[in-house]
């Protein structure tokens, strides 16, 4: 994920809970850093990533740190997803790099594999989108795929991003160089695929 020059510093970001029918949308603890770590640790799951898979398990705690501080920062926040049914830990969604001045944020995702394939990635995408769209009063948002990655792709689509370019070999893992994808989704273009938006869990 490409970083960009951020202008807010010193504007706190609160992190939000938020809930679909299937699943929960929650700020990051120090008790999900053994999933965070197998999660990030799994080079099938990081096929597509922009870095190696992780081999120290500081990086776990070093990645909570760093999600409390971007909230406190203001320059975003990472959220991670789990099953309503049980609060089984199953991947984790950004909006990173917030700019107020811009109304802009680049979304990222990373879900473990027994999630693939379920709609998960589309669903918790959707209700984020919605809060950043009337929340934050973002204007537009970002994300990037490597080309090869197909799955991705096909959620940008249906969520609504255009494809708007190519970043050609903007990465190099591991010396396997590939290219970037890069999306755009604005505000006027948006149409939320369900209202699912909520501050608090459903009655039962």
């Known amino acids: 994920m490409t970083q960009i020059?951020?202008?807010?510093?010193?504007?706190s970001l609160t992190t939000p809970t938020l809930y679909t029918p299937r699943l929960q949308l929650r700020p990051f603890t120090e008790s999900d850093t053994d999933l965070i770590f197998a999660l990030l640790?799994?080079?099938?799951v990081l096929r597509y990533w922009d870095a190696p898979p992780w081999r120290e398990r500081s990086r776990a705690d070093r990645f909570i740190v760093r999600c409390r501080q971007m909230a406190e920062?203001?320059?975003?926040?990472?959220?991670?997803?789990?099953?309503?049914?049980d609060g089984a830990f199953i991947g984790?969604?950004?909006?990173?790099?917030?700019?107020?001045?811009?109304?802009?944020?680049?979304?990222?995702?990373?879900?473990?594999e027994p999630a693939w394939g379920h709609g998960y990635a589309t669903?918790?995408?959707?209700?984020?989108?919605?809060?950043?769209?009337?929340?934050?009063?973002?204007?537009?948002?970002?994300s990037e795929a490597d080309t090869r990655n197909a799955a991705s792709d096909r959620v940008l689509t249906k969520l609504g991003f255009l494809r708007e370019g190519t970043r050609r070999e903007n990465c190099i893992v591991?010396?396997?160089?590939?290219?970037?994808?890069?999306?755009?989704?604005?505000?006027?273009?948006?149409t939320p695929l369900s209202n699912l938006t909520q501050r608090r869990p459903p009655s039962q």
């Open 92 to 112: 984790w969604f950004s909006l990173l790099n917030w700019n107020p001045d811009y109304r802009s944020a680049m979304l990222g995702y990373c879900l473990d």
């Open 123 to 142: 669903e918790a995408a959707d209700v984020l989108l919605q809060w950043a769209f009337n929340t934050l009063d973002l204007n537009r948002v970002e």
């Open 5 to 11: 020059a951020l202008h807010c510093i010193g504007m």
């Open 41 to 44: 640790s799994n080079p099938r």
């Open 174 to 190: 591991d010396g396997d160089v590939s290219d970037s994808w890069v999306y755009g989704l604005l505000r006027r273009e948006w």
């Open 73 to 85: 920062e203001g320059s975003g926040v990472r959220l991670v997803i789990a099953k309503r049914i």
